[in-house]
């Protein structure tokens, strides 16, 4: 059994910043892989960034450079650090996670544990 929480997620105006946290429970396993999806409205769900088990990071392409990913293994802890948000980062924030490694660290169909979602809302 493992469990997913996010928090962290608000409304900004652009240019802002918000820094996502998601917490992970379940017993400690030594290798596992963890990611953030975003989902708006009418849009399919999207990676936005992820740490494989090996610790390598992966990036969209729209959020390089704005939007850091890291984590705390100890405690099971994901966090997205997200500045010079846009309007279009507007979405439903969810956090993913898996055992072991993943082929494709940014396609939702390699994680088997999810999050309920954070609201992340950008104004212009």
């Known amino acids: 059994q493992a469990q997913l929480v996010e928090s962290g997620g608000g409304s900004v105006q652009a240019g802002g910043s918000l820094r996502l946290s998601c917490a992970g429970s379940?017993?400690?396993?030594?290798?596992?892989?963890m990611a953030w999806f975003r989902q708006a409205p009418g849009n399919e769900r999207e990676g936005v960034a992820a740490?494989?088990?090996?610790?390598?990071?992966t990036y969209a392409d729209a959020v390089k450079g704005r939007f850091t990913v890291s984590q705390d293994n100890d405690k099971i802890t994901l966090y997205l650090q997200m500045n010079s948000l846009k309007p279009e980062d507007t979405a439903m924030y969810y956090c993913?996670?898996?055992?072991?490694?993943?082929?494709?660290?940014?396609?939702?169909?390699?994680?088997?544990?999810w999050g309920q979602g954070t609201q992340v809302t950008v104004s212009s």
């Open positions: 379940w017993n400690h396993y030594d290798r596992y892989s």
């Open positions: 993913a996670a898996d055992w072991g490694g993943v082929g494709r660290p940014l396609v939702p169909s390699e994680y088997v544990y």
């Open positions: 740490i494989d088990s090996d610790g390598t990071t």
